[in-house]
């Protein structure tokens, strides 16, 4: 699976982004999807991930009911749309894919490039 993440840039605070992840391969649909960043100086730092069938997500607190994480399985792609963005959430974000299709923070088996999100105060 190789996975091409796009959407980011810089925003002011408040302001809103939408990420998109497009995947290869016909099994996408099978795959919980996920999203995590890294600031600088920072750990990596899970964000959110989606379950095959877009019925399930989770959320880390500090983005919990700023940020909605869906999927389309027609475009094979998976998105993030970032509302009331704080500088705080100024990162290189990337997604990630999981093909044992459990809805799970950790142990994601493919990753895409980054994709750097600045939020100005």
């Known amino acids: 699976v190789q996975l091409q993440a796009s959407g980011g840039g810089l925003v002011q605070a408040g302001g809103s982004l939408r990420l998109s992840c497009a995947a290869s391969?016909?099994?996408?649909?099978?795959?919980?999807m996920g999203w995590f960043r890294q600031a600088p100086g920072k750990e990596h730092e899970f964000v959110a991930a989606?379950?095959?069938?877009?019925?399930?997500?989770i959320y880390a607190d500090s983005v919990k009911g700023r940020f909605t994480i869906s999927r389309d399985n027609a475009k094979n792609t998976v998105y993030l749309q970032m509302d009331s963005l704080k500088p705080e959430d100024t990162a290189v974000y990337y997604c990630?894919?999981?093909?044992?299709?459990?809805?799970?923070?950790?142990?994601?088996?493919?990753w895409g490039q980054g994709t750097q999100v600045t939020v100005s105060s």
């Open positions: 990630a894919a999981d093909p044992s299709g459990v809805l799970t923070t950790m142990t994601y088996d493919y």
């Open positions: 391969g016909r099994a996408f649909s099978s795959y919980t």
């Open positions: 989606i379950s095959w069938s877009g019925k399930r997500t």
